[in-house]
């Protein structure tokens, strides 16, 4: 079973990954198929604000490379944020018209949870909590919280959620109690506010990345993914509607 994913909610990122055909199965065991995804190859921009332009080209050079036609796709996995309002518009009105075009179904992932999947292993003990958080402009972080699983590797106790860094707790609330130190953060957000998110070694500058996106997908278990792609505002857009003009008077 062949993969593409793709996530806007930060960077511009995109993977295509091969998974035992029976991934999609009703009876699969996610957590047990993500050692056996095999990445054929992956894409990230450097920079947050290039995604209409980086993301379909990045999507159809990783088809091309790999010498697989779209039609081939079993499955399409897009980051659905939460994000700002034109970074997720362009992944996942991409994916969406991908899958229209060569029949392929489309799935959404929480693209947090893509961070956890990429740095759960770090954290020292089985479970322990550990926050996931990304830049969300106007001084603020996009958040969630996990705690990490023996057997399903991971689990989101709370959010996503937005707001300032060090309202993190109001943000989070009962999955946070009882806690006298804020647990370990992982993503951007750690990085652009470390007095308030004291960052995962190593994890402070780390944006969501479609293969570990596709991952979290697989470990949650591809047969129960939402059909549904609507992105994750979670907050108004910043643009304005102009007021209407006044009539002139002589």
Same mark, same amino acid.
């Given at each position: 079973?062949?993969?593409? *994913?793709?996530? $806007? *909610? *930060?960077i511009a990122s995109g993977a295509l990954l091969r998974l035992p055909d029976d991934a999609g199965a009703p009876e699969a065991a996610g957590p047990d198929l993500v050692g056996r995804a095999e990445v054929l190859g992956s894409f990230a921009t450097e920079d947050t604000r290039s995604h209409a332009?980086? $993301?379909? +080209?990045?999507?159809?050079?990783?088809?091309?490379?790999?010498?697989v036609p779209g039609t081939a796709l079993g499955l399409i996995l897009v980051g659905i944020g939460p994000g700002p309002f034109t970074g997720l518009r362009a992944?996942?009105? $991409?994916?969406?018209?991908?899958?229209?075009?060569?029949?392929? +179904?489309?799935?959404?992932?929480? *693209?947090?949870?893509?961070l956890a999947e990429a740095?759960?292993?770090?954290l020292p003990v089985h479970g322990a909590p550990f926050l996931a958080a990304a830049d969300a402009r106007r001084r603020?972080?996009?958040?969630?919280?996990?705690?990490?699983?023996?057997?399903?590797g991971w689990a989101r106790e709370a959010g996503p959620a937005v707001g300032k860094a060090e309202g993190i707790r109001d943000l989070l609330g009962p999955a946070l109690t009882g806690q006298d130190r804020l647990p370990p953060v992982v993503g951007r957000g750690a990085g652009l506010y470390p007095e308030q998110l004291p960052a995962l070694p190593g994890w402070e500058q780390a944006h969501p990345q479609a293969a570990d996106l596709a991952?979290?997908?697989?470990?949650r278990g591809l047969n129960s993914l939402d059909a549904g792609t609507s992105p994750l505002y979670l907050r108004e857009s910043d643009a304005v509607v102009p007021a209407a003009r006044k009539k002139a008077t002589r």
């Amino acid at each position: 079973m062949l993969i593409l *994913s793709c996530d $806007t *909610s *930060s960077i511009a990122s995109g993977a295509l990954l091969r998974l035992p055909d029976d991934a999609g199965a009703p009876e699969a065991a996610g957590p047990d198929l993500v050692g056996r995804a095999e990445v054929l190859g992956s894409f990230a921009t450097e920079d947050t604000r290039s995604h209409a332009e980086a $993301t379909a +080209p990045g999507l159809r050079r990783l088809l091309e490379q790999a010498g697989v036609p779209g039609t081939a796709l079993g499955l399409i996995l897009v980051g659905i944020g939460p994000g700002p309002f034109t970074g997720l518009r362009a992944g996942i009105m $991409t994916a969406r018209a991908l899958g229209w075009a060569w029949g392929v +179904p489309v799935r959404g992932v929480m *693209s947090l949870d893509a961070l956890a999947e990429a740095a759960h292993r770090d954290l020292p003990v089985h479970g322990a909590p550990f926050l996931a958080a990304a830049d969300a402009r106007r001084r603020e972080v996009y958040a969630a919280a996990y705690r990490t699983d023996p057997a399903r590797g991971w689990a989101r106790e709370a959010g996503p959620a937005v707001g300032k860094a060090e309202g993190i707790r109001d943000l989070l609330g009962p999955a946070l109690t009882g806690q006298d130190r804020l647990p370990p953060v992982v993503g951007r957000g750690a990085g652009l506010y470390p007095e308030q998110l004291p960052a995962l070694p190593g994890w402070e500058q780390a944006h969501p990345q479609a293969a570990d996106l596709a991952r979290a997908g697989v470990r949650r278990g591809l047969n129960s993914l939402d059909a549904g792609t609507s992105p994750l505002y979670l907050r108004e857009s910043d643009a304005v509607v102009p007021a209407a003009r006044k009539k002139a008077t002589r």
